[in-house]
């Protein structure tokens, strides 16, 4: 009796662990320890039918260290009947598969608490259905790439949910200023700031040499929203925020720019070339003051690209120099400019449409006979 009763808790125990709720996870092999993190969203070939198939957007790193400030390792599952959907910034496995299939999480038991799941996708071909397993490469290096075969230990993969304690995302802010410790991020999913004394900005107002900060004070921070993070200190472990699964509020006039991914490999080339005429990326002055200023190769990757997951912002060609943050009530939402007999009257947008109705005009940034004005 009692071998028949552990065998009937065992059946119902099993499918209940095995079972993924909607949320925000990691997922790391079992066998080399590294974790996914999706490094672009270029669709190459997506023929699960092929013998070769593209995995090149999913790589693998070494290291908590490696994913703890990255939203490209939290990955969000969703149940869709008997399969799910894994996505993370703004592409998901869906989408790679042209929108054909979904995959399957094949539970395979615990280690240390954490369920670990064989991952697969299957399709028919001629009426056999073929089906190609998830593996990790097999190197021991500290970045690698998934692919359908490999070692037999690869194939396996801890789906750890996110949370607060030893799988928490945090900021690791990139400027010390007079005022705290700052950082940007820019992710596909909402979420909310969980340590003390973190708030979230984004930028709705500039001028000549300065700009205006607009907090978000709604609990959930919109998704897919580049925003300023004012940090409790330089550790990302005070800095953390938690994904949730919900939407938050989206703002207007938002004037940061964001980028997911920063890829310069072949055949994935998704990056954004900065551009010293246009952009500026958060920094501090000689005073220790939080400002906007021109990028040093340093900040860039491969010297010429805004890091993956980070935010810089969106200025007119003829705002020069350094942007410095300025209260509300001090922003003066006008820029003056040298005007000659050449300037042209009137009102226009930035992108040089003239509006006709001036008196009429929407909250946003605007050109009046060679000025730069912000209508709120």
Same mark, same amino acid.
Request: charged fraction near 20%; include cysteine.
């Given at each position: 009796?009692?071998?028949?009763?552990?065998?009937?808790?065992?059946?119902?125990?099993?499918?209940?662990?095995?079972?993924?709720?909607?949320?925000?996870?990691?997922?790391?092999?079992?066998?080399?320890?590294?974790?996914? #993190?999706?490094? /672009?969203? @270029?669709?190459? &070939?997506?023929?699960?039918?092929?013998? %070769?198939?593209?995995? $090149? *957007?999913?790589?693998?790193? #070494?290291?908590? /260290?490696? @994913?703890?400030? &990255?939203?490209?390792?939290?990955?969000? %599952?969703?149940?869709? $009947? *008997?399969?799910?959907?894994?996505?993370?910034?703004?592409?998901?496995?869906?989408?790679?598969?042209?929108?054909?299939?979904?995959?399957?999480?094949?539970?395979?038991?615990?280690?240390?608490?954490?369920?670990?799941?064989?991952?697969?996708?299957?399709?028919?071909?001629?009426?056999?259905?073929?089906?190609?397993?998830?593996?990790?490469?097999?190197?021991?290096?500290?970045?690698?790439?998934?692919?359908?075969?490999?070692?037999?230990?690869?194939?396996?993969?801890?789906?750890?949910?996110?949370?607060?304690?030893?799988?928490?995302?945090?900021?690791?802010?990139?400027?010390?200023?007079?005022?705290?410790?700052?950082?940007?991020?820019?992710?596909?999913?909402?979420?909310?700031?969980?340590?003390?004394?973190?708030?979230?900005?984004?930028?709705?107002?500039?001028?000549?040499?300065?700009?205006?900060?607009?907090?978000?004070?709604?609990?959930?921070?919109?998704?897919?929203?580049?925003?300023?993070?004012?940090?409790?200190?330089?550790?990302?472990?005070?800095?953390?925020?938690?994904?949730?699964?919900?939407?938050?509020?989206?703002?207007?006039?938002?004037?940061?720019?964001?980028?997911?991914?920063?890829?310069?490999?072949?055949?994935?080339?998704?990056?954004?070339?900065?551009?010293?005429?246009?952009?500026?990326?958060?920094?501090?002055?000689?005073?220790?003051?939080?400002?906007?200023?021109?990028?040093?190769?340093?900040?860039?990757?491969?010297?010429?690209?805004?890091?993956?997951?980070?935010?810089?912002?969106?200025?007119?060609?003829?705002?020069?120099?350094?942007?410095?943050?300025?209260?509300?009530?001090?922003?003066?939402?006008?820029?003056?400019?040298?005007?000659?007999?050449?300037?042209?009257?009137?009102?226009?947008?930035?992108?040089?449409?003239?509006?006709?109705?001036?008196?009429?005009?929407?909250?946003?940034?605007?050109?009046?006979?060679?000025?730069?004005?912000?209508?709120?």
């Amino acid at each position: 009796m009692k071998t028949l009763i552990t065998a009937i808790l065992a059946f119902i125990t099993v499918p209940m662990m095995a079972q993924l709720s909607e949320g925000y996870y990691r997922v790391q092999n079992n066998g080399s320890e590294r974790y996914i #993190t999706i490094t /672009d969203d @270029v669709i190459t &070939n997506v023929d699960i039918n092929s013998s %070769i198939l593209d995995y $090149n *957007n999913i790589t693998t790193w #070494t290291g908590f /260290d490696k @994913v703890k400030s &990255n939203p490209g390792s939290v990955i969000y %599952i969703k149940p869709v $009947n *008997n399969q799910y959907n894994l996505a993370a910034q703004g592409i998901s496995v869906y989408d790679i598969a042209g929108g054909r299939t979904y995959i399957d999480m094949t539970y395979c038991g615990t280690k240390d608490g954490v369920g670990i799941y064989i991952i697969s996708a299957s399709a028919k071909s001629g009426g056999i259905s073929v089906t190609k397993k998830l593996y990790d490469g097999s190197s021991t290096r500290e970045k690698d790439y998934v692919g359908d075969s490999g070692a037999a230990t690869h194939q396996y993969w801890r789906v750890k949910p996110m949370n607060t304690t030893d799988n928490y995302i945090g900021i690791t802010p990139t400027v010390e200023t007079n005022d705290g410790w700052y950082g940007t991020i820019y992710a596909s999913f909402p979420f909310k700031t969980v340590s003390e004394d973190m708030k979230v900005y984004y930028v709705d107002g500039v001028c000549d040499g300065e700009f205006r900060l607009q907090e978000i004070t709604d609990d959930i921070k919109p998704a897919a929203t580049p925003l300023i993070v004012k940090c409790s200190s330089s550790d990302a472990a005070n800095n953390m925020i938690l994904p949730v699964v919900g939407n938050g509020t989206a703002v207007s006039g938002n004037l940061l720019r964001g980028t997911y991914f920063d890829s310069s490999l072949r055949n994935h080339i998704r990056r954004v070339e900065y551009d010293a005429n246009t952009m500026r990326i958060l920094g501090k002055d000689d005073q220790g003051n939080l400002i906007f200023t021109t990028a040093k190769n340093s900040d860039l990757t491969n010297s010429a690209y805004i890091p993956k997951n980070t935010c810089w912002l969106q200025i007119p060609g003829w705002l020069t120099g350094d942007l410095k943050q300025v209260s509300r009530e001090a922003f003066t939402g006008i820029q003056n400019i040298n005007t000659d007999a050449t300037t042209r009257k009137g009102t226009y947008t930035l992108s040089g449409m003239r509006v006709e109705k001036s008196e009429n005009l929407r909250p946003g940034v605007y050109i009046q006979d060679g000025k730069l004005v912000v209508i709120k």
